[in-house]
Nanobody, 128 residues
Framework: QVQLVESGGGLVQAGDSLRLSCATS????????MAWFRQAPGKEREFVAA????????DYTDSVKGRFAISRDNAKNTVYLQMNSLNPEDTADYYC?????????????????????WGQGTQVTVSS
């Protein structure tokens, strides 16, 4: 059974940091590029960041560049999202997703319809 389990969300103040984790099981983790998406109330799910299978390539949406960092530990089957300088616009449910790709250095698409597996989400609330 494939499982992606996010953790690390919470309520923080503007300017604070959080580190999200997504632990995977039931899949060969290194076969998947990984990504984080978020969805705010009343809005569509949006791409946040992605990382290739080997961890050497990353992609970020413009609004988080320089503040967020995605990483992965293939030995622990876990992907992380370090979020710094949080602001109220970052408030959302955050989801990790897995996309099976052939290329070890290939980045997944930003379209959430293309992903194979999803976690259940973790809530991040940033107060002003």
């Amino acid at each position: 059974q494939v499982q992606l389990v996010e953790s690390g969300g919470g309520l923080v103040q503007a300017g604070d940091s959080l580190r999200l984790s997504c632990a995977t099981s039931g899949v060969t983790f290194t076969n998947f590029a990984m990504a984080w998406f978020r969805q705010a109330p009343g809005k569509e799910r949006e791409f946040v960041a992605a990382i290739s299978r080997n961890g050497l390539s990353t992609d970020y949406t413009d609004s988080v560049k320089g503040r967020f960092a995605i990483s992965r530990d293939n030995a622990k089957n876990t992907v992380y999202l370090q979020m710094n300088s949080l602001n109220p616009e970052d408030t959302a449910d955050y989801y990790c997703a897995a996309d099976r790709l052939l290329g070890v250095n290939e980045l997944p698409a930003r379209n959430h319809y293309l992903y194979d597996y999803w976690g259940q989400g973790t809530q991040v609330t940033v107060s002003s």
